[in-house]
């Protein structure tokens, strides 16, 4: 379990309850809530452990792979460079703000596929996670986004493309915008538009050979997982 691995990190960096505290910012009562069984460690923290430990997250995540790492550069992808494309949740690009390149922030993206086709199985156990360093203002706002990769092209007319990075802020309430969401266990990255009257949310895709299906906000088989806040492109 990850709270276990995080017994294990403390023990070998030898410090204390109340030093960890000291390390995330948080009282000594709250760290120990992370060592409990149940309890899985904020994204945020995370990022500390990787910035001032140099922690294997998918060690801490998974369970596998050294506890450190031996290079960080070797697990930590800087994507602020020339052949990367940014893209805001409507499609629009972004342009890296060279007087920001010192305000970078770490995304952890996951070995989890999003259909914008037919439908990506949800893999319960995440396995082979990395990180991406990105500027803070292209995800302004959002304290807990994480990467998923997307593979189909019936979102490619608003320029979201097989194999791109999709950022998702995690949340379950739906306005319109592009989401993540599961349908019978199969996750899509779609649009979706939500009407009030009648609780109908249309679901709709950026390509001319999908069709615009009509759902149920109130349906079991559907589950919000996170709303879209922007995509990277690597060319």
């Not at 809530?33 to 904020?42: A, H, I, M, N, Q």
């Not at 993206?109 to 199985?121: C, D, L, P, T």
């Not at 997307?150 to 949340?171: A, E, H, P, Q, Y």
Request: aromatic letters at 8%.
């Amino acid at each position: 379990m990850q709270s276990n691995r995080l017994k294990l990190l403390r023990n070998s960096l030898k410090l204390s309850q109340k030093d960890m505290g000291k390390l995330f910012d948080v009282s000594q009562t709250t760290y120990s809530y992370y060592e409990k069984e149940d309890v899985t460690l904020p994204d945020k923290l995370k990022d500390i452990l990787l910035d001032k430990c140099n922690i294997n997250l998918n060690w801490l995540i998974t369970g596998k792979g050294s506890m450190y790492l031996d290079n960080q550069d070797n697990y930590v992808e800087d994507v602020t460079n020339e052949n990367t494309v940014f893209r805001n949740a409507k499609g629009h690009e972004l342009s890296i703000n060279k007087n920001n390149t010192d305000k970078i922030i770490n995304v952890t993206v996951y070995n989890q596929f999003v259909s914008a086709g037919k439908g990506e199985n949800w893999l319960s156990d995440l396995e082979d996670t990395y990180v991406i360093k990105l500027p803070d203002y292209f995800i302004k706002g959002c304290k807990n986004a994480i990467g998923l990769k997307v593979r189909g092209d019936s979102m490619k007319d608003i320029f979201l493309n097989n194999g791109d990075i999709v950022l998702m802020d995690k949340t379950d309430t739906i306005v319109d915008g592009m989401y993540i969401l599961s349908i019978d266990n199969e996750l899509y990255v779609k649009t979706l538009e939500y009407e009030p009257i009648g609780r109908v949310v249309r679901v709709i895709s950026h390509n001319k050979n999908f069709k615009t299906i009509e759902v149920s906000a109130d349906d079991e088989r559907i589950t919000i997982l996170g709303k879209v806040v922007g995509w990277i492109h690597k060319a």
